[in-house]
């Protein structure tokens, strides 16, 4: 065991989703050491306690896992328990906190975020409820980035990650495990294989791994316990740089799975997850859910999947997600919620039992099973639900338009813009957003504008500056905000928003239908004129 002594880096601040720089970065010497040892210090329940550790096998993994086990046997960690070569999903990590009643997680990854040497990587650090670290740790660990000194860490070789079993690290127990085996067990408790066995019976499936950490996972679940055959998973071989993919399940990343369910002979059901495995879509032939619709429909069908039957106390979704799952609260007479962007919101209400389910617009749901949103949770939510209903994907979305109505939704996004233009949007929008209540624009009349603020009433702490919204007297909306996940420039985000009611047309094609929204957001807001471009990077 030895001290090293070490000086601060600037900017060691956990964003919406951990730390994350690109891959270079992380490489400085010290950088890593610097981070973690700040965990360790402002985390000392970890000292002769439990910790979970692995990530999506993403460049650099295996060497940052190695630097992390001998740091936690130098600060004092009694058990590591990894996955067998380091590797674990997002919600793999949550489960085993809860299930071993860790003192908390580290996973390597940066998410969706590209991989390689020349990608991104990074670290989030959950704790003993197995979900991402409040608002009130993170900014205790960055604290501690910005007067850091020195850091422990033990002497000697790599330990072998690749065989099952027990080793020790100095005084240190660490486990390595099968990282499927407790997920599947987990999966099992709460949906009826045997329904979606019957279901899948003759069909065909597609599941995107996108070279991701899903790959193992999938093909136990999907080809293994369902028997489908192994072609039902595609790019299911995790890969450093995801196979020069961008890991993000949407329209754009996913393009085979998405020319696959658009082709003359799609399969009937179709999805994909995210480098981490947090993230999910769900597709049917020609059909794509909008993320808020599928946590709304997952709300309303809840009841048809055995670990949800008895019904769940309430739903919250993050304040950009669509109001979809809000009109199905109020219908079923349960409590609804509306929370910052970011996983970490949720955990407050999920552990007081006021909730059971929520999700975001970025392609995230979950439910009170663990601490995390959960990617394939919510394709075997929806296929459980598809079984329970002997409906097809289309069948089941179009019903649910026509009980509650549809929110026309969609994100655009404006990625790698300077800095400073980016804040001259927001801080434009700001200025004007208290002069705008009642001002008319097009048909639409504007209701509020506000800079959302959270009061969480579990802990009556406060998140301010949580994005600008700015809401119509017709229930359309939209809200820009700046990405806490970037790690080029900055990255804007516009989401727009319109409500048609069940008796109004529901089969409108989506940018269609919110053009007027996107054209009254640019005359207030001015974002293509401020920050010189002429279209989102990314619409989704
Ligand atoms: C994005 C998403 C957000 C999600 C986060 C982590 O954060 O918008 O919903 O929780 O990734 O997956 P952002 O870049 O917008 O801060
Ligand atoms: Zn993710």
């Not at 979970?52 to 190695?66: E, H, K, P, S, T």
């Not at 987990?186 to 019957?198: G, S, V």
Request: net charge negative; aromatic share 8%; charged share 20%.
């Amino acid at each position: 065991m030895t001290e090293v002594n070490t000086t601060p880096f600037d900017g060691q601040k956990p964003g919406t989703s951990g730390l994350r720089k690109k891959v270079s970065v992380f490489q400085k010497p010290n950088y890593l050491e610097n981070f973690v040892q700040s965990i360790f210090d402002s985390v000392p329940e970890l000292a002769g306690g439990t910790l979970i550790l692995g990530g999506d096998g993403r460049f650099y993994n295996d060497v940052a896992i190695q630097t992390i086990l001998r740091m936690a046997a130098a600060n004092g960690v009694a058990r590591t328990i990894i996955g067998q070569n380091g590797l674990f999903s997002t919600p793999a990590v949550s489960n085993l906190i809860r299930l071993h009643k860790a003192n908390g997680g580290i996973i390597l990854s940066a998410s969706h975020n590209p991989g390689g040497p020349k990608g991104d990587f990074g670290l989030k650090f959950n704790g003993e409820n197995g979900g991402p670290a409040a608002e009130a740790v993170t900014d205790a660990i960055y604290e501690r980035t910005q007067h850091i000194d020195r850091y422990k860490i033990a002497k000697g070789n790599d330990l072998n990650l690749s065989d099952i079993g027990e080793t020790h690290l100095g005084d240190m127990t660490v486990m390595v495990i099968d990282p499927v085996a407790d997920y599947l067990t987990m999966m099992e408790a709460l949906f009826d294989f045997d329904a979606i066995k019957n279901l899948l019976d003759g069909k065909r499936i597609c599941f995107d791994a996108m070279h991701a950490i899903t790959g193992p996972y999938a093909k136990a679940i999907f080809c293994e316990r369902l028997g489908l055959p192994e072609d039902s998973v595609i790019n299911g071989i995790p890969l450093p740089d995801f196979g020069g993919g961008h890991p993000d399940p949407n329209p754009v990343y996913a393009k085979e799975l998405f020319d696959t369910m658009f082709s003359d002979n799609a399969p009937f059901f179709g999805a994909a997850s995210d480098g981490d495995g947090d993230r999910n879509i769900v597709l049917g032939p020609n059909i794509y859910i909008s993320p808020s619709d599928s946590i709304a429909v997952l709300a309303a069908n809840a009841t048809d999947v055995p670990g949800y039957e008895n019904g769940i106390p309430g739903v919250a979704r993050s304040m950009p997600t669509s109001r979809a799952v809000d009109v199905v609260a109020k219908d079923l007479g349960i409590e609804y919620f509306e929370t910052p962007t970011g996983w970490k919101f949720f955990g407050n209400l999920l552990d007081a039992g006021r909730i059971a389910l929520c999700g975001e617009e970025s392609a995230g749901a979950s439910s009170d099973h663990i601490r995390e949103k959960d990617g394939l949770w919510a394709i075997l939510m929806w296929l459980n639900i598809l079984a329970a209903r002997h409906q097809s994907v289309e069948n089941v979305i179009s019903d649910h338009w026509l009980a509650y109505g549809r929110h026309y939704y969609s994100r655009h996004d404006y990625e790698g813009v300077n800095k400073e233009k980016a804040e001259a949007v927001m801080s434009g929008l700001s200025k004007k957003l208290e002069s705008l209540v009642g001002q008319s624009f097009k048909d639409e009349t504007i209701s509020k504008a506000d800079n959302f603020s959270y009061h969480d009433p579990v802990d009556g702490s406060v998140s301010h500056n949580q994005g600008l919204r700015v809401e119509f007297e017709s229930g359309s909306r939209f809200v820009i905000r700046l990405s806490g996940t970037g790690t080029v420039g900055a990255t804007l985000r516009l989401y727009l928003e319109k409500y048609e009611p069940k008796a109004g047309d529901l089969k409108q094609d989506v940018q269609t239908a919110l053009r007027p929204i996107a054209e009254i957001a640019e005359e207030i807001a001015a974002i293509k004129s401020t920050i010189d471009r002429n279209e989102p990077t990314l619409v989704s």
